[in-house]
């Protein structure tokens, strides 16, 4: 059985399976097909420099080209990478992703609000690709981000803080107790007080379910989203909605 499971592991990918005759590499370099980038790469005689297939840049004379399997071979052979799509390094999309990981974490541990040019600075993006790359990795813009993260730190610091309301909502990265209080049904599902005496007098329903992170519980006034819980065990989630809300009424 284990050189059945070691004879499939090494046999090639379906994609690199694809770009084995030179036709069908120049079709994905023509095509500026993503999919061959990694499985080869091409050079050009004329510039001296290599690129992934998807490469941006003008298309060459099919004369002056010639494959690589690696970059490696594509530099022993003396050509440079190419300075546009760097195939020497982490494909764009996950570039792009480390970028936005990078600015979320900032985004986290900062005392104040960063403006959108700042962030984009910090992801060395212009401001409208930052914000378009933003969203199309996390889903949402970089603005409504901020509001979810100062949304949670605000839950955590009325649950398990020891500060006053006051104190919280600024901490947690609020300009003003006024602009808090204006989003505080949708930011808590409940008014400040309520919240942090754990759900006094309030009604809250909720849902277990599965998804790409785990199981995922989440809970609701009818004033709004009062709590999304990530984790393992679906009864541990339920634990610990009741810890934060004990003087609420559960209702599966």
């Known amino acids: 059985m284990a050189q059945v499971a070691v004879a ?9 399976k694809r770009f084995v005759t030179d036709t069908a590499r120049w079709a994905a ?26 490469c941006g840049a003008r298309l060459a004379l099919r004369e002056n080209v010639q494959f690589h399997a690696s970059c490696q071979e594509a530099e022993r052979a003396g050509f440079r990478p190419c300075k546009r799509c760097r195939p020497n390094e ?13 600015v ?23 401001r409208f690709h930052f914000q378009r790359v933003f969203k199309q990795v996390t889903g949402m813009t970089p603005n409504a981000y901020a509001s979810a993260r100062r949304a949670a730190r605000v839950r955590e610091q009325l649950v398990h803080g020891s500060t006053t309301v006051t104190d919280a909502i600024y901490e947690s990265g ?13 930011t808590l599902g409940m008014n400040a007080a309520a919240y942090r005496k ?22 609701a006034t ?31």
Do not use: W
Request: aromatic fraction near 6%; proline fraction near 4%.
């Open 198 to 219: 754990g759900g006094a007098g309030i009604a809250i329903r909720f849902a277990v379910g599965e998804c790409s992170l785990g199981s995922i519980l989440v809970a």
């Open 8 to 16: 499939i592991h090494d046999r090639p990918s379906a994609s690199a």
């Open 29 to 54: 370099v023509v095509n500026r097909d993503p999919t061959a980038d990694d499985q080869f790469f091409y050079s050009v005689r004329t510039t001296g420099v290599y690129c992934r297939p998807s």
């Open 90 to 102: 982490a494909p764009l999309a996950e570039r792009q992703a480390e970028a936005i990981a990078r």
């Open 174 to 186: 609020f300009g003003s107790s006024g602009r808090f209080y204006a989003e505080a049904s949708t």
């Open 104 to 126: 979320c974490s900032q985004m986290e541990i900062a005392d104040e609000s960063l403006s959108l040019d700042q962030l984009a600075e910090s992801a060395g993006m212009s």
């Open 222 to 252: 009818d004033k709004g989203i009062c709590s999304i819980l990530l984790g393992d065990d679906p009864d541990a989630l339920a634990r610990d909605l009741e810890d934060r809300f004990p003087q609420a009424t559960l209702t599966a």
